[in-house]
Nanobody, 126 residues
Framework: VQLVESGGGLVQAGGSLRLSCAAS????????IAWFRQAPGKEREFVAA????????YYGDSVKGRFTISRDNGKKTVYLQMNSLNVEDTAQYYC????????????????????WGQGTQVTVSS
């Protein structure tokens, strides 16, 4: 099982980035996918989640209206489009997979997810 994040980098406040999470080694369409982030000295924070089919999405309050999660099951990839970035979005971003159904509200505890990627760094400068 492998999840590989990419697309991070340095961007100015107000800018945009698109993160990708490429999956392999498991039946991708049977898993919901979430993005989390972790800034230095802070707990890992739920960012967004998407259901197996892509029909259901949920967002953390701090990113709602600015970030969009999507998935392409044919490419076994999940995306996180991040717009209107601010310095508070600076963190290591991780994707995670879990085979249970996406609930309403979604589970935001990182321990609820089975598989994790290594992360990609996003740095927003003022």
């Amino acid at each position: 099982v492998q999840l590989v994040e990419s697309g991070g980098g340095l961007v100015q406040a107000g800018g945009s980035l698109r993160l990708s999470c490429a999956a392999s080694g498991f039946t991708f369409e049977d898993y919901k996918i979430a993005w989390f982030r972790q800034a230095p000295g802070k707990e890992r924070e739920f960012v967004a989640a998407i259901s197996r089919s892509g029909g259901g999405t949920y967002y953390g309050d701090s990113v709602k209206g600015r970030f969009t999660i999507s998935r392409d099951n044919g490419k076994k990839t999940v995306y996180l489009q991040m717009n209107s970035l601010n310095v508070e979005d600076t963190a290591q971003y991780y994707c995670a997979a879990d085979h249970t159904i996406l609930t309403d509200p979604p589970k935001r505890d990182p321990s609820s997810y089975e598989y994790w990627g290594q992360g990609t760094q996003v740095t927003v400068s003022s």
